[in-house]
């Protein structure tokens, strides 16, 4: 998505490119977070002239799709949590293993309630 640069007046390259949402400029260390149109102008005169351009090259000029889930983003980063299933696996059964063991514990401590402990 394109718009003017407010000073610069009716001109060629006087806009910039921003990416719309749902995608994100691919270059996340840049300060600026669009596409300078008088490069892209620059760019595709080379292009019509036969020299060496990079306005066709892949992705040189487009933007790049959040990861899943994402509705706006400021990199590749995922936005919904990713699951880390042998984690949560053995949460799961060292949780189990507790719950097994407390009826027995409960038992052993109701049976020998009466012994002292010296």
Not at 24 to 51: A, I, Q, R, T
Not at 74 to 89: G, K, V, Y
Request: glycine letters at 6%; one cysteine or more.
């Amino acid at each position: 998505m394109c718009e003017a640069i407010m000073g610069l007046g009716f001109r060629r390259g006087s806009y910039k490119c921003l990416c719309r949402k749902g995608f994100y400029f691919p270059d996340v260390v840049s300060l600026h977070k669009f596409f300078n149109g008088s490069l892209l102008e620059e760019e595709y005169e080379k292009l019509m002239l036969g020299k060496n351009s990079t306005y066709n090259s892949n992705s040189e000029y487009e933007c790049l799709p959040c990861a899943e889930g994402c509705d706006s983003c400021e990199d590749s980063s995922p936005c919904i949590a990713a699951l880390n299933w042998p984690m949560r696996t053995s949460i799961l059964a060292l949780a189990c293993i507790v719950i097994g063991l407390l009826p027995p514990a409960a038992w052993f401590t109701f049976r020998y309630q009466q012994v002292k402990v010296s």
